[in-house]
């Protein structure tokens, strides 16, 4: 089975390809059956290859398909062939099944757009390249799936084109991850410069036998990928463009913040921690910014009135959560959460499409309100997103996931008390605007009628993505719940446990409950301020500090002012004083004597045939002239 590995990213590209050269003279059901169908095939197989995986594992638990040799330059011989183990299996899951069920609800979705083949081609770009990136096993054709998804959002997020701020979107994206592209194509020179080899798995075998522990090479490849991981990770510094995002269709928004792009620094980083641990001080590094982000884009999310912009900023504050996790070396909790974020948020962007939709295309929260009547199974499956979101005990996924990670960041040994309160404070920030979101849009006054109900394709896909939402959690217990641990077991063939101190049941079961304690007094809070005293946050809000405050949190705390000033600003100032330097004099000068010597040579073209023939009789003269007496 595992020889149909090639075809989980091909069907993507097969069908991409068919809809960009005929797409636009496809009915609209064919063109909606081949985009969901290609990804739908594409899961069918990773299961059928999961299921194998965990029956009859192959040799050393890792499958290598060499399809064909791509450049051979000297020992420089990368290849297109695919690494499959336990992380990338984790991976081309998520990525297919989540990735098929976003396809199918945009079947429906987007049946109005004009672009309707157009979007699913570039969708089945994004997912093929996505696959081609946590499949490759070389760090050349991982580069090339990385610069994929890069190419597909720009495409996605300016997907309507039309409208001049979605473009800027667009660009803001592409730049803002290019920085981290370029440190991260840095640290893979440097890796193959030292290492021989661009494989990645040969590259992680010889890094502890030629480095030791805090050496200056790991650490600076380290910090390059890291930079990489950033970017495409949205973590400060480079988490700008990420909110801008939602100027693309709701779809992508999901299929961005919870299968693919956004998955990618993680996923990097865990692929080769290797090279991370051989740099201590950069894990704590990684774990340093995880929390940062997590808390920056907490309260930011606290006060958006886009309902998607409140989920973008969720997105980089989780991806945070996963950051903490892979800093303090639980690599697996880190995949663990991407895992289950994945089914939450994409369940919570749909849902909010869905809401969308029903309202005349409205986004803002504060013009919702009082649906959930309306529209039961929606408010039903959005709130189970949430309730997953916010990490409500025992009965959502979110819960399992995040646990695991805040009980990580204390006990392991590269962990702090420190990181537990603020992931703590995190997780009460969480709570606090996940439920401000539920109150706004679902209970109080109705502001704005539903114009119509969401269809079956759609209800479908809330229904299943809010029922593992709810269960997947399951694979994964903490201790003191039975110490079930089906998910690091499995990831234990790529992933090292990671090391941590004898803390007792009861010390873990006790930072259980302030985590829970903290969640349900924040989702209090929510309630008393949107529902129970509404009138509070106007009163938070008038005073100057309050609004200060309040804009400072709402503009992403200032990052995007910060770079307009520090590095575009400066840049258009010396590109005006620059723009007639002499280097343009020269060209200048060129194109003006081109200008001058074709406006004399016009003056020969008379039309006149008498003055043609006497040209050509002069010159025949002076030629022959040169021609005897030279």
Known sequence: MYELLWLVPFFPFLSAVVLIAFGSRMPKPVSGTLGAGSIGLSAIITIIIGINFLTSPPEGYSYTQVLWSWINVGNFSPA????LDALSLVMIFVITFVGFFIHLYSTEYMIKDEGYARFFAYMNLFVGAMLILVLGDNLVLLLLGWEGVGLCSYLLIG?????????????????????GDIAMLIGIFLLFMHTGTIHIQQILDIAPRIWVEGATIPVAASLLLLGGALGKSAQVPLQVWLPDAMAGPTPTSALIHAATMVTAGVYLIARTHVIFELAPAVMTIVAIIGLLTALIAGFSALTQT??????????????GYMFLALGVGAFAAGMFHFMTHAFFKALLFLGAGAIIHALHEEQNMFRMGGIRKE???????????????????????????????????FSSQLGST????????GAFITAIYTFRMVFLVFYGDKKTEVSHLPGTRILLTLVVLAFFSTVAGFIELPHTMGNFTLFSNFMASVLPAVPVFDYSLGTEFLLQVIATFLVAVGI??????????????????????????????????????????????????????????????????IAFSTEVLHRLLTKTQTGKVRWYAMVLVVGAIIVITLAVFL
């Open 524 to 589: 209090y809070i929510a309630y008393y301020l949107y529902i129970k005293k509404p009138e509070t946050v106007n009163e938070l809000t008038a005073s100057p500090a309050g609004e200060g405050i309040y804009t400072f949190f709402s503009s992403g705390w200032g990052f995007d002012w910060l770079y307009d000033k520090v590095f575009v600003q400066p840049v258009i100032f010396v590109s005006r004083i620059n723009k007639r330097d002499f280097i343009d004099s020269i060209y200048h000068a």
């Open 418 to 425: 420190w990181y537990f309160i603020l992931g703590a404070v």
């Open 159 to 179: 997907f309507w084109y039309k409208k001049p701020e979605n473009g800027y979107a667009a660009r803001k994206a592409f730049v803002v991850t290019r920085i």
């Open 80 to 83: 297109i062939s695919f690494h």
């Open 306 to 319: 886009d309902i998607k912009r409140v989920l973008a900023y969720s997105t980089i504050s989780q991806i």
């Open 375 to 409: 529209m039961p199974a929606t408010f039903w499956t959005f709130l189970i997103g949430c309730a997953s979101l916010a990490a409500i005990p025992l009965v959502t996924s979110g819960f399992y996931s995040k646990e695991l990670i805040l009980w990580k960041s």
